[in-house]
T-cell receptor, first 113, second 111 residues
Framework: DGGITQSPKYLFRKEGQNVTLSCEQN?????MYWYRQDPGQGLRLIYY???????QKGDIAEGYSVSREKKESFPLTVTSAQKNPTAFYLC????????????FGSGTQLSVL | SQQGEEDPQALSIQEGENATMNCSYK?????LQWYRQNSGRGLVHLIL?????REKHSGRLRVTLDTSKKSSSLLITASRAADTASYFC???????????FGDGTTLTVKP
């Protein structure tokens, strides 16, 4: 089954702690994205990557970091510098330059303890 | 800032009725896409319309695009309870490949 797998489904962060959200895809897509969704709102772009070993900041990158060492994987770290991390995080992938039709994972809900 | 704004924010209809939701945007686009999100889940792509197209159909979905008014509408005909979800428009700009989402319309279809 081709698709995007996000883990864990639920994650809790303590004060001052960094946490990492996993995103893996087997669609052979070049581009991968991280979005943040707050209750009742749309998606805001955190980071995106068009190709391995390259990534770009989105609209709300502060307090987050990413890496793209493999085509299949695009982990997101929520650092202690992100003061309001409670949100639903969505990972997506696409064929870059082909209409940017996005395929989404099922999301990770991050909460602060 | 968000590119797209959906209207209405919430819509409640009876099963069998049609549902129409609108999206407005601010800058030139390459294409506009509609996605559906069930509560607590990821988004699912529904339909894409390019800037040189005016109308597209897919099953019970009909999308229109008016680039002069910078607006799009999504019509779901003969709605079902299973259509209950949030619907988002996303625009892809002419200079960048990334999508920008609106805040969505929450549709409730009562059986």
């Amino acid at each position: 089954d081709g698709g995007i797998t996000q883990s864990p489904k639920y994650l809790f962060r303590k004060e001052g702690q960094n946490v990492t959200l996993s995103c893996e895809q087997n669609l052979n897509h070049d581009a991968m994205y991280w979005y943040r969704q707050d209750p009742g709102q749309g998606l805001r772009l955190i980071y995106y990557s068009q190709i391995v070993n390259d990534f770009q900041k989105g609209d709300i990158a502060e307090g987050y970091s990413v890496s793209r060492e493999k085509k299949e994987s695009f982990p997101l770290t929520v650092t202690s510098a992100q003061k309001n991390p409670t949100a639903f995080y969505l990972c997506a992938s696409s064929i870059w330059g082909r209409d940017e039709k996005l395929f989404f994972g099922s999301g990770t809900q991050l909460s602060v303890l | 800032s968000q590119q797209g704004e959906e209207d209405p924010q919430a819509l409640s209809i009876q099963e069998g009725e049609n549902a129409t939701m609108n999206c407005s945007y601010k800058t030139s686009i390459n294409n506009l896409q509609w996605y559906r999100q069930n509560s607590g889940r990821g988004l699912v792509h529904l339909i894409l319309i390019r800037s040189n197209e005016r109308e597209k159909h897919s099953g019970r979905l009909r999308v229109t695009l008016d680039t002069s008014k910078k607006s799009s509408s999504l019509l779901i005909t003969a709605s079902r309870a299973a259509d209950t979800a949030s619907y988002f428009c996303a625009t892809v700009g002419t200079n960048a490949g990334k999508s920008t989402f609106g805040d969505g319309t929450t549709l409730t279809v009562k059986p």
